[in-house]
């Protein structure tokens, strides 16, 4: 057996050679099998988290945008003005303004008419069988000359549960006191009464138009600054000629077939919240 060996040990020596080296290319190949299989694996990895990453912003970002419009309250625009445009209609309300002002999540709307008591409090009422809230109601003068005298009225509507129509005994109320006969106008000093006549000598344009301020130049003399343009005495401001430039005012006038109409235009004077959003007007 030894001499066997030794006489055929140059081949079992390359025998062992040749089967170390298959095992060891064979463990070389898995293992680079294995490591292309890991490295692969770690590739899409990322990229799932990165797909993982991106849709869950976008879900994000879709339920902030659901959550805004829940807080604003309305969910198809064009309804909500349909059911404003249709009340105003019924009431024979022009409006002259109606902005959107949003307050942080919070979307308002800041409406602006010119109407007497009686129609105020009509159009108002019929706002109320829609699921918003009013606030910050505003009256100021416009024309006592009229009978009943004209207002200027501004209101915020906040839109809840897309300004759906609502129904109560509440509602039914005060329809039947909106209705009723000989109500005192508390913007009046005395109840309106068809027999009587306020006259005033002008109509009032301050809060029709804003005087932003007063002036004096060499050459032309006093200025105005009327919604953030200059005017003088002679100019035309939509049909109506500015007459005098005074120290706190101005004048006009309009001719027609029934005479000259007069005009006065003042500062406002603006509570805090309106002192706040003018000054918020004037950043942007």
Do not use: C
Not at 68 to 80: D, K, M, N, Q, S
Not at 126 to 155: A, C, G
């Amino acid at each position: 057996m030894d001499a066997w060996v030794q006489r055929h040990q140059p081949l079992i020596v390359s025998t062992l050679y040749m089967l170390f080296s298959v095992l060891v290319a064979g463990y070389a190949l898995l293992y680079s099998s294995k490591s292309v299989y890991l490295r692969d694996l770690a590739i899409v990895s990322g990229t799932v988290q990165t797909v993982n990453a991106e849709m869950k912003k976008t879900v994000e970002a879709a339920r902030k945008k659901e959550q805004e419009a829940a807080a604003a309250g309305i969910r198809y625009l064009p309804v909500f003005m349909a059911r404003i445009n249709e009340i105003a209609h019924n009431n024979e309300v022009i409006i002259r303004k109606l902005t959107p002002d949003k307050e942080g999540t919070l979307l308002k709307f800041r409406l602006d008419f010119i109407a007497d008591y009686p129609t105020f409090v009509r159009f108002t009422a019929e706002l109320e069988s829609l699921d918003i809230l009013l606030d910050d109601i505003q009256v100021h003068p416009h024309d006592l000359t009229k009978t009943p005298p004209l207002h200027n009225i501004s209101f915020t509507l906040i839109p809840q549960n897309n300004a759906e129509p609502i129904s109560g005994q509440r509602l039914d109320e005060l329809k039947k006191w909106v209705f009723a006969k000989d109500k005192r106008d508390p913007f009046q000093r005395f109840a309106y009464d068809t027999s009587r006549k306020v006259v005033n000598a002008s109509i009032d344009l301050t809060w029709v138009y804003k005087l932003e301020g007063l002036g004096q130049t060499p050459g032309s003399g006093s200025y105005a600054n009327i919604n953030r343009k200059s005017y003088h005495v002679g100019d035309d401001l939509d049909g109506r000629e500015i007459t005098k430039i005074g120290a706190d005012r101005v004048y006009l006038q309009k001719k027609g077939r029934d005479g000259i109409t007069e005009y006065t235009l003042s500062f406002r004077r603006m509570n805090k919240q309106e002192q706040k959003g003018d000054k918020a007007n004037k950043k942007r």
